[in-house]
């Protein structure tokens, strides 16, 4: 009962270093999400993709590209690690026409760039 | 462009009282969901209810249900008998299906900037 992965679960960045967060899902979602998660504010949108081959950014996508080559798999990377992007950041799927419409996360991966 | 508000940054209850946890929020939208999300200190994001916006009747999960007010743009969540694993970041957040999203809305969830609940044994 997998659900949504993330891997690393934590990683400790210098400044200009570049890394890939992985996340997995097993549910045969359609969409996928990339969120990132500041102290004391809720979650704000990275990039999404609504299917294989597709991406597009949210609300806060500068310093990041994404890719979804596969429809389970959705990537984030950082080319060149800055310390404003030290947070917490979140994968989250759903269905394109799910039952509620209910959107599953990630245990979350902490970031920290130096 | 949708916004959710959490007008109170903190709250405290009691272990065994109740406590209400406020959300507004903003849309032209006339189909979408509402949730409410629970987050613990391992920063897991945990669904705890869900209210489609068609449905007049309000969701209710065991202890905790919501008193959504649809022409108020309100939507309210009610912990009962509260109890000490319900400490956490509470966060309401809100959805446009995405079969009825348009432009780059796609389904994304807009979060609240969430309350934080202390429960005092």
């Known amino acids: 009962n997998a659900g949504v992965t993330q891997t690393p679960k934590f990683r400790v960045l210098k400044t200009g270093q570049s890394m890939t967060l992985l996340c997995a899902q097993d549910?045969?979602?359609?969409?996928m999400y990339w969120y990132r998660q500041d102290p004391g504010m809720g979650l704000r949108l990275i990039h999404y993709?609504?299917?294989?081959?597709?991406?597009a950014k949210g609300e806060v996508p500068d310093g990041y590209n994404v890719s979804r080559l596969k429809k389970q798999n959705f990537l984030l990377g950082l080319e060149s690690a800055a310390p404003s992007q030290t947070s917490v950041y979140f994968c989250?799927?759903?269905?394109?026409?799910?039952?509620?419409?209910?959107?599953?996360f990630g245990e979350g991966s902490w970031l920290t760039v130096v | 462009a949708q916004t959710v508000t959490q007008s109170q940054p903190e709250m405290s209850v009691q272990e065994a009282e109740t406590v209400t946890l406020s959300c507004t929020y903003d849309?032209?939208?006339?189909?979408?969901?509402l949730f409410w999300y629970k987050q613990p200190p391992s920063r897991q994001m945990i669904l705890v209810i869900r209210?489609?916006?068609?449905?007049?009747q309000n969701a209710t999960e065991n202890r905790f249900s919501v008193n959504f007010q649809k022409a108020a743009k309100s939507f309210s969540l009610k912990i009962s008998d509260s109890q000490l694993g319900d400490a956490a970041m509470y966060f309401c957040?809100?959805?446009?299906?995405?079969?009825?999203?348009?432009?780059?809305?796609?389904?994304?969830?807009?979060f609240g900037q969430g309350t934080i609940l202390t429960v005092h044994p």
């Open positions: 957040a809100y959805r446009i299906p995405p079969t009825n999203a348009g432009g780059t809305s796609y389904g994304k969830l807009t």
């Open positions: 549910m045969n979602h359609e969409y």
């Open positions: 849309t032209s939208e006339s189909d979408y969901y």
């Open positions: 989250a799927s759903s269905h394109n026409r799910a039952s509620g419409n209910t959107i599953y």
């Open positions: 209210q489609e916006a068609y449905k007049q």
């Open positions: 993709s609504v299917g294989e081959g597709t991406t």
